[in-house]
């Protein structure tokens, strides 16, 4: 038998991802279906691996648990549920509370859609997602519960506005800079006149979540994460989606703004307007480090490691705005072929022609390999002598690799242990910027 064990793993449980994504949901309550301990076990993975993501309100430790043992094992845990959804909803004040199901009480096969119907037939915003961690990782989660919110809280519509977009694909905790992110997407949308719903930033709230189904269009920035919650959502309030890889810097964020306004149809004057502006402005930042780029030779190698959203995207920004040389892309999914296609596509479509080596590879001791397999010891170039000067762009675990080769390093996707995030993104112009000013403060640091 061939079995794979994966050292270091990038992600949380589907249970985890799902726990992040109802917390992030303004006003939202996770109602734990679990064995005892699953809910610690998410919280101190989210405090040290999510740029030190603090619990939030009922969150954390404080997450309502039914906290199943051996007798609801035995004779199924449905009525423990009901006491916990009982209590909770005397005891938690919130707007939406949603029950989530662990390994064992799915293994066990605990009904908790015939629960949770009976509290919101008598008027009580309950819903439930089964996510138990055999279902999949935190994106999967991620899936999983806005499949339920828009199949059980969001009302259908049947006029939609012309103006409206609900934005997803981005995953609170799994991706540590989830609000800096949704926030420049938002902010860019709403300078074309647009209503947008975002789900989880301060800016949302549950009301117009509620109202979400008469948007004119729903915008996934990803090509993996969202694309199933996108397509019930489709089915069931019929609204199409656009489906594009997450903006980060001005060549991304130009092709993004293009393809909402034609999918949109809005005036393209408009949107090119909002892109001359937008450029010229980051372009008056990126002057002044100009000299400092070229003098001190701040060009790189680089090996991106990360997600589907962020392995795309951080390539793409060092190919075509940064001029950097990005050798290896190393996407840490279990993608099918299908999934894979989408993200080659995308890295064949780079405005500078420049085209990476994109391996998948989840085990952090395997992308050594991989590097080495890309890029021989020695390659018998006459000028060859090492792999240099050279960055390196992942998770926490490859600040390892990155000493071993000699490399800058920075840390951007899951896990985030070594970096504290309370506002900072990476999309978007402002993203970019941001992006550009992390890189070379490493490079400098040790100056």
């Known amino acids: 038998m061939n079995e794979k064990f994966i050292e270091r793993p990038r992600s949380f449980c589907a249970l985890g991802g799902a726990a992040l994504t109802v917390g992030a949901l303004p006003g939202a309550i996770a109602v734990l279906h679990s064995s005892m301990g699953c809910g610690g076990s998410i919280y101190w993975n989210q405090l040290g691996s999510t740029g030190y993501l603090g619990a939030g309100y009922c969150g954390g430790l404080a997450v309502p648990s039914s906290n199943v043992q051996e007798t609801d094992i035995v004779f199924g845990g449905s009525e423990r549920l009901e006491e916990q959804i009982k209590n909770t909803l005397q005891i938690v004040e919130g707007g939406l509370y949603v029950v989530l199901t662990g390994c064992m009480t799915d293994i066990i096969g605990d009904d908790i859609q015939s629960v949770v119907k009976e509290y919101r037939a008598a008027g009580a915003p309950v819903i439930g997602a089964e996510t138990g961690g055999v279902r999949g990782n935190g994106y999967r989660g991620y899936d999983l519960v806005l499949t339920a919110l828009f199949r059980d809280f969001v009302e259908q519509k049947t006029e939609k506005v012309s103006n409206k977009v609900n934005i997803w694909g981005i995953v609170p905790g799994q991706d540590a800079f989830w609000r800096g992110n949704l926030l420049q997407i938002r902010s860019l949308l709403e300078k074309l006149g647009l209503e947008v719903n975002s789900f989880f930033t301060e800016q949302d709230t549950l009301t117009a979540i509620k109202h979400a189904g008469d948007a004119a269009l729903n915008i996934v920035v990803s090509q993996i994460y969202g694309r199933e919650a996108a397509n019930k959502f489709e089915e069931i309030h019929g609204v199409l989606y656009l489906a594009t890889a997450l903006p980060v810097g001005p060549a991304a964020t130009e092709q ?8 949109l149809q809005l005036d393209p004057g408009l949107v090119h307007q909002l892109i001359q502006e937008e450029t010229q402005s980051y372009y008056s930042y990126v002057d002044r480090i100009a000299d400092a780029y070229s003098d001190l030779d701040f060009q790189r190698y680089a090996v991106v490691v990360g997600d589907a959203n962020y392995a795309v995207a951080l390539t793409k920004f060092l190919a075509d705005d940064l001029g950097w040389l990005p050798e ?80 800058g390093h920075l840390t951007v996707s899951y896990p985030v242990g070594n970096r504290v995030v309370i506002k900072k993104g990476y999309a978007g112009y402002e993203g970019g910027l941001n992006l550009m000013e992390d890189l070379f403060s490493v490079i400098v640091k040790d100056r």
């Open 256 to 263: 993004f703004l293009r393809k909402t306004g034609e999918a």
């Open 328 to 407: 290896l892309t190393v996407v840490t999914d279990e993608l099918n072929e299908e999934e894979q296609s989408r993200l080659e596509q995308e890295l064949r479509q780079l405005r500078s022609g420049y085209q990476a080596t994109v391996v998948y590879e989840t085990d952090a001791t395997e992308i050594k390999t991989a590097f080495r397999q890309h890029w021989p010891v020695n390659r018998g170039e006459q000028f060859y002598d090492a792999f240099s000067p050279a960055f390196v762009i992942g998770s926490a675990w490859e600040r390892e690799f990155a000493q071993a080769i000699g490399a």
